[in-house]
């Protein structure tokens, strides 16, 4: 008898009765929370153009994080069976990427995917949560995914037909911990890492796509889930004094942050919540990474990464990124995993110590340890293939003709770092015609850095009262947008409502910006480069406070350092 939310087509009691095409091998994945839902999303392309195989989905109701699957699902458009429908369809195939719920209850085949970099970390089943002292000393958590506490039924069986191993390690680790389950193992590589592979070649344009310019360096901050975590409360809990100090210490224009957050932390706290907390971070430029789709292209981009003990971090330096650990808890992982020897060796993050000194030094020095890209998996590049052929071999039916293949990593939507909070800058006229600029968008001055200092400040800023005391105002916008007239006139309007200020600055592209002084010189600045324009105002600022003139630059231009990186700027009167 069907039930509340039972779905009618292409499965349910009557199916055969409205569904166009019904004689398909079903394939059902178990999508347990979002985390998991990536690992799923990854291998759905090896059952493309085969019109023997229909796929369904369904949620087991067990994860304590199924806040944001519903929309998942629905972004793939395949047909989502309630869990009560589910165990009475009559599928060929299941494929889980966790453990939890009654997968036994299932009917066909059931293959079992890490959703991670292997299987790491301790983890209690519902029936383990309060492990009971033994031989003088608390029973430790099982590991998930490699012990009997996870891959046993209550009879002693195994729950999956085929556990999915990304290398020989995690094959003795089973052998050792649970024997019943080693005739399940296949080793079949790791299709996460193999799509990331797959998309180094393409650094520079998710490096442009992250808003990361010539000469800059991107940083990412990396958080798992749990108190223990970077993002996490349970342990000295860096992170609310970590970020106002990054954007405090690393210049603006010569730095980028990103922080990518476990699934878990977003669909746990609230996407909402979660952009709540990190406000002032993100209004002084730090990208919030989508955690589904955009975090594998933000690793491939990083120049340096501040993590933890989580799967993410240990790619990261699988790819041979430098890594600092904010968060290393040990007790979490399981003691021969090679992420245990990683997060116990690996270089820590001192929070006492200034932190842009201490990524330098971590980016000059940094020698890739070999171990994270050797036990992440032992067949890079081949898990689609091998993948594949299991699904299949399970299935009992032959492969399709063509050649099994993972779906490249997407391109992320352009996003250049906005800066809407009040910005420190620090300026040195360090030639004809060349000057320094140096922007700060922390809370506190920065501790080191020479030069005069003005402030700048973004019209659209929440410090509304910091626009009364800005040397510098600016914004960025259309040229044509009617609501400001033109940037002529919007920079008339800013002198005019702002009497302290000396310079407003409209950025109308990615290279120009539309000036105007406080003496009523109209210019245009304009740079082939890739920094913000807003910097490029501020320059001009400091070349008037010295009691020169924009007219002196015409036919000569202005040559501005951010950093390392110098900008050909013309200088154009309007």
Request: proline content about 9%; aromatic content about 6%; hydrophobic content about 40%.
């Amino acid at each position: 008898m069907a039930g509340a939310g039972w779905i009618r087509v292409p499965v349910g009691d009557d199916s055969a009765r409205w569904a166009t095409r019904g004689r398909g091998h079903r394939v059902l994945l178990v999508v347990h929370n979002v985390t998991a839902a990536t690992r799923l999303l990854d291998v759905l392309p090896l059952f493309h153009d085969d019109f023997r195989v229909q796929l369904l989905a369904t949620c087991p109701g067990s994860s304590a994080f199924e806040a944001g699957v519903r929309d998942v699902l629905a972004q793939t458009g395949v047909p989502v069976l309630p869990w009560e429908q589910a165990v009475r369809t009559p599928v060929a195939l299941a494929i889980s990427a966790s453990f939890g719920g009654q997968l036994r209850s299932l009917s066909g085949q059931l293959a079992v995917l890490s959703h991670g970099a292997g299987y790491t970390k301790r983890l209690a089943t519902p029936d383990t949560r309060h492990p009971t002292p033994g031989a003088g000393r608390a029973v430790s958590e099982p590991v998930f995914g490699l012990s009997p506490e996870w891959l046993l039924d209550e009879f002693g069986k195994p729950i999956a037909d085929a556990l999915v191993l990304s290398h020989p390690e995690q094959y003795e680790r089973l052998r050792a911990a649970c024997p019943e389950a080693e005739p399940t193992a296949v080793l079949a590589g790791d299709p996460c890492w193999d799509r990331m592979l797959a998309a180094r070649p393409y650094r520079d344009r998710f490096r442009r796509a992250l808003g990361v310019g010539r000469g800059q360096r991107l940083v990412v901050l990396n958080s798992t889930w749990n108190p223990d975590s970077l993002f996490g409360d349970g342990g000295d809990d860096v992170l609310p004094s970590l970020l106002p100090r990054l954007t405090s210490e690393f210049p603006a224009d010569e730095y980028r942050l990103a922080a990518v957050l476990h699934p878990n932390i977003w669909h746990g706290h609230g996407p909402g919540q979660i952009r709540a907390w990190l406000d002032r971070a993100r209004r002084a430029g730090l990208a919030l990474v989508d955690p589904l789709h955009g975090w594998r292209q933000a690793l491939i981009a990083a120049d340096a990464v501040i993590g933890d003990h989580g799967s993410v971090t240990y790619y990261a330096a699988a790819l041979g990124t430098p890594v600092l650990l904010g968060a290393a808890p040990l007790s979490g992982l399981a003691p021969d995993a090679p992420v245990h020897a990683f997060v116990r060796t690996a270089p820590r993050l001192d929070p006492a110590l200034p932190l842009r000194g201490q990524v330098e030094r971590l980016i000059s020095r940094h020698q890739p340890p070999p171990e994270p890209s050797e036990f992440v998996s032992s067949s890079p590049g081949e898990s689609a293939a091998r993948l594949r052929r299991l699904f299949y071999d399970v299935m009992g039916i032959p492969e399709p003709d063509h050649p099994a293949r993972l779906e490249p990593l997407p391109l992320p939507p352009y996003e250049p770092a906005v800066h809407t909070v009040p910005l420190t800058v620090l300026t040195q006229l360090q030639g004809a015609c060349e000057i320094a600029v140096t922007r700060y968008a922390g809370p506190h001055r920065a501790s080191y850095g020479t030069g005069e200092a003005h402030t700048a400040v973004s019209e659209d800023t929440r410090e509304t009262d910091q626009l009364a005391l800005a040397d510098v105002v600016f914004r960025h916008g259309e040229p044509d947008d009617p609501r400001f007239g033109s940037p002529a006139q919007w920079t008339a309007e800013v002198l005019r409502g702002h009497p302290h200020c000396s310079l407003a600055a409209y950025v109308t592209s990615a290279g120009s910006c539309v000036v105007r002084t406080r003496a009523g010189v109209l210019v245009r600045l304009h740079s082939a480069s890739d920094a913000d324009p807003a910097a490029y105002a501020s320059a001009l600022h400091a070349w008037v406070s010295c009691g020169r003139s924009p007219e002196e630059l015409y036919g000569r231009g202005l040559t501005v350092r951010t950093g390392d990186a110098a900008h050909a700027v013309t200088v154009t009167p309007l």
